[in-house]
Nanobody, 121 residues
Framework: QVQVVESGGGLVQAGGSLRLSCTASGRIFRINDVGWYRQAPGSQRELIASITSGGTTTYADSMTGRFTISRDNAKNTVYLQLNSLKPEDTAVYYC???????????????WGQGTQVTVSS
């Protein structure tokens, strides 16, 4: 059984920073690509950034500059650093991971439960 859990959200004032963590646990052979998404009330879930197992990063065009994705493979954790936060960044932030549970098993896709980020003006 594999679990993906996000943490690090909270209430922050505009201009502040947060670091979100996405940690996978359980039977894990290898974690491949991991992406961070967010969903604001009344809006569709949108991709923020993704990172490969080798550390190659990709950002959505509207997300470059203030957000940074990184990973620590030894800790099975992917981070999302949020800087210069704005009220419009208020959303639930989700982690999505493609995980290989064993050499002979197919890669499966997992979502976390999300972590709330609220930015006050």
């Amino acid at each position: 059984q594999v679990q993906v859990v996000e943490s690090g959200g909270g209430l922050v004032q505009a201009g502040g920073s947060l670091r979100l963590s996405c940690t996978a646990s359980g039977r894990i052979f290898r974690i491949n690509d991991v992406g961070w998404y967010r969903q604001a009330p009344g809006s569709q879930r949108e991709l923020i950034a993704s990172i490969t197992s080798g550390g190659t990063t990709t950002y959505a065009d509207s997300m470059t500059g203030r957000f940074t994705i990184s990973r620590d493979n030894a800790k099975n954790t992917v981070y999302l650093q949020l800087n210069s936060l704005k009220p419009e960044d208020t959303a639930v932030y989700y982690c999505n991971a493609n995980i290989w549970t064993s050499f002979s098993s197919p890669i499966r896709n997992y979502w976390g439960q999300g972590t709330q980020v609220t930015v006050s003006s």
